[in-house]
């Protein structure tokens, strides 16, 4: 787990956004901005899902930025359903990347609710890299909108997935004709399945940003 002390408090438009921070390792190569499951059902930036994709980034030569939205841990405001915590989002992003300017690459991504969030982030902060783990498309009463850019878009979801059905996936990934990677006999959470999921988000991110 990130340690707690790696934190930083970010200003946006509902008061601070207390926000776990890991460092690039090796060359520098961008910032990512990783968003937790729905706060509703315990998601917090504490989640193994997005501190495993945090620390394969991190080796990739990401400073990685994982905020509690809106209503979070110790982050001001109450929960939104996704609007609000879309312009949390983008408030961490803009304080990311203020901070490293000379960080090329942008990479977005989120676990389930954060996926969700993602979506809506990444129309009006383009990524290079829209990295979604198990979204939760399909299932709030807002649709959320299609990829950005298709060819940008990575999303990883759990073959056995009870939360977010795997047909979920491909029924909002077949119309942008995005393939979806599915891992083999893994729920939602990745359960017993988090050292694949980093090795495969650390093969897949490679060869979108290399493109």
Same mark, same amino acid.
């Given at each position: 787990?990130?340690?707690?002390?790696?934190? #930083?408090?970010?200003?946006?438009?509902?008061?601070?956004? +207390?926000?776990?921070?890991?460092?690039?390792?090796? *060359?520098? @190569?961008? !910032?990512?901005?990783?968003? /937790?499951?729905?706060?509703?059902?315990?998601?917090?930036?504490?989640?193994? !899902?997005?501190?495993?994709?945090?620390?394969?980034?991190?080796?990739? &030569?990401? /400073?990685?930025?994982?905020?509690?939205?809106?209503?979070?841990?110790?982050?001001?405001?109450?929960?939104?359903?996704?609007?609000?915590?879309?312009?949390?989002?983008?408030?961490?992003? $803009?304080?990311?990347?203020?901070?490293?300017? $000379?960080?090329?690459?942008?990479?977005?991504? &989120?676990?389930?609710?954060? &996926?969700?969030?993602?979506?809506?982030?990444?129309?009006? *902060?383009?990524? $290079?890299?829209?990295?979604?783990?198990?979204?939760?498309?399909?299932?709030?009463? @807002?649709?959320?909108?299609? =990829?950005?850019?298709? =060819?940008? %878009?990575?999303?990883?979801?759990? +073959?056995? $997935?009870?939360?977010?059905?795997?047909?979920?996936?491909? *029924?909002?990934?077949?119309?942008?004709?995005?393939?979806?990677?599915?891992?083999?006999?893994?729920? #939602?959470?990745? /359960? &017993?399945?988090?050292?694949?999921?980093?090795? %495969?988000?650390?093969?897949?991110?490679?060869?979108?940003?290399?493109?």
């Amino acid at each position: 787990m990130l340690k707690s002390q790696n934190q #930083h408090l970010i200003e946006g438009p509902a008061g601070k956004l +207390e926000t776990l921070y890991l460092a690039a390792q090796g *060359r520098e @190569r961008g !910032v990512a901005v990783i968003n /937790h499951p729905n706060p509703r059902h315990g998601g917090t930036n504490t989640n193994k !899902v997005i501190q495993t994709a945090a620390k394969a980034l991190s080796q990739l &030569g990401f /400073h990685c930025y994982l905020p509690n939205l809106r209503g979070v841990g110790n982050s001001d405001g109450e929960h939104d359903y996704g609007r609000g915590e879309t312009d949390d989002c983008i408030a961490v992003i $803009d304080y990311a990347r203020a901070r490293h300017p $000379d960080a090329a690459q942008f990479v977005l991504s &989120g676990f389930s609710f954060g &996926g969700y969030v993602a979506l809506f982030t990444a129309q009006q *902060r383009r990524p $290079d890299l829209l990295l979604l783990l198990g979204p939760a498309v399909g299932i709030y009463d @807002r649709t959320e909108p299609m =990829a950005a850019d298709a =060819a940008k %878009t990575l999303l990883i979801h759990g +073959e056995t $997935d009870d939360i977010v059905p795997l047909q979920n996936a491909f *029924r909002w990934a077949a119309p942008q004709d995005l393939a979806v990677v599915v891992l083999p006999d893994a729920s #939602h959470f990745f /359960h &017993g399945k988090l050292i694949l999921l980093r090795d %495969t988000i650390s093969r897949q991110a490679v060869s979108f940003l290399n493109d």
